[in-house]
């Protein structure tokens, strides 16, 4: 598993059930008991930490999506940018 991956598991763990909740990779976005704001949180949690900026649509477009695909979009933000710089 990639430090981006384990940092974005510990993270949402953090946000659920008191900060001991623990997510697989399968498991849903919908269904970690996030209401909106707590989407929003999480990403903006996402964002700061790993410097990158998620596309405002993908904020609240977390139907049928899982925790690995999170994770897919992050890296792939994250290795868009180390080619910039």
């Known amino acids: 598993m990639s430090d981006v991956a384990a940092e974005i598991m ?43 900026e998620i596309p405002f649509n993908a904020n609240f477009d977390i139907k049928a999506k899982t925790v690995g695909d999170l994770i897919e979009s992050v890296e792939a933000l994250v290795a868009a940018k180390a080619t910039l710089t």
């Not at 510990?10 to 001991?20: A, E, H, M, W």
């Not at 997510?23 to 996030?34: S, W």
Request: glycine fraction near 14%; hydrophobic fraction near 45%; charged fraction near 25%.
């Open 10 to 52: 510990q993270i949402i763990g953090t946000k659920l059930n008191g900060g001991d909740g623990v997510v697989a990779l399968t498991d849903p976005l919908d269904e970690l008991g996030l209401d909106s704001l707590g989407v929003v949180d999480l990403t903006f949690v996402i964002e700061e930490r790993f410097d990158v």
